[in-house]
């Protein structure tokens, strides 16, 4: 199993980013999909989630209203769409698949397999 992050950047606060995971080696459509992120001295911390088929997202209070997750099940991809982004935002994300459910999505340990991570730098 091989998820591949990509799409992170150095960007300005307040501009968009998106980011992708490819997945591989699994039946993607039967495992739900997050986002986490790690941002220097600080703990891993869950973003956003989708289900696996149902289109149901999950979001962090910290990024409701500004990031999208959704998914692609014909590309095995899932997506990061992050918008009016802040310094805070700063962080190495991560993508994830698991069998995850409504009571048990924001826990990383719940998650199977994890991709590389990938940089996001917002500057102020």
């Known amino acids: 199993v091989q998820l591949q992050a990509s799409g992170g950047g150095a960007v300005q606060a307040g501009d968009s980013l998106r980011l992708s995971c490819a997945a591989s080696?699994?039946?993607?459509?039967?495992?739900?999909m997050g986002w986490f992120r790690q941002a220097p001295g600080k703990e891993r911390e869950f973003v956003a989630a989708?289900?696996?088929?149902?289109?149901?997202?999950y979001y962090a209070d910290s990024v409701k209203g500004r990031f999208t997750i959704s998914r692609d099940n014909a590309k095995n991809t899932v997506y990061l769409q992050m918008n009016s982004l802040k310094a805070e935002d700063t962080a190495v994300y991560y993508c994830?698949?698991?069998?995850?459910?409504?009571?048990?999505?924001?826990?990383?340990?719940?998650?199977?397999?994890w991709g590389q991570g990938t940089q996001v730098t917002v500057s102020s």
């Open positions: 080696g699994l039946t993607f459509s039967r495992y739900g």
């Open positions: 994830a698949a698991g069998d995850i459910r409504a009571y048990n999505y924001r826990y990383s340990r719940k998650y199977e397999y």
């Open positions: 989708i289900s696996r088929s149902i289109d149901i997202t």
